[in-house]
């Protein structure tokens, strides 16, 4: 079982920068692939970014690509979004998930999710 607390949310002008974190609470995180995804109002979640247990793969949205960063650091049980040049395309409640068996962009395959953190970028 593993719990997900996101944070760093918050109201940024266009072209400016945050960064989000997923603290994870449980055991063995090192061994489970970690994903952010985003929901707009009225849209489907859709996926940002994963990162493989170890840290040594990382996959992203073509939307994000070359201006967000996923990282993680096992040693503090935690996962984090770099995201610069934002655009107010970027609005959404940001969500962090995990799964032991499953590396990837469909959110459906992930079993633990966090409760979300508001990303707002004012144009």
């Known amino acids: 079982q593993v719990q997900l607390v996101e944070s760093g949310g918050g109201l940024v002008q266009a072209g400016g920068s945050l960064r989000l974190s997923c603290a994870a609470s449980?055991?063995?995180?090192?061994?489970?692939?970690m994903g952010w995804f985003r929901q707009a109002p009225g849209k489907e979640r859709e996926f940002v970014a994963t990162?493989?247990?170890?840290?040594?793969?990382?996959y992203y949205a073509d939307s994000v690509k070359g201006r967000f960063t996923i990282s993680r650091d096992n040693a503090k049980n935690t996962v984090y979004l770099q995201m610069n040049s934002l655009r107010p395309e970027d609005t959404a409640v940001y969500y962090c998930?995990?799964?032991?068996?499953?590396?990837?962009?469909?959110?459906?395959?992930?079993?633990?999710w966090g409760q979300g953190t508001q990303v707002t970028v004012a144009s």
């Open positions: 998930a995990a799964d032991k068996d499953y590396y990837g962009d469909r959110s459906y395959a992930y079993a633990y």
């Open positions: 990162i493989s247990w170890s840290g040594g793969s990382t």
């Open positions: 449980g055991r063995n995180f090192g061994s489970y692939s």
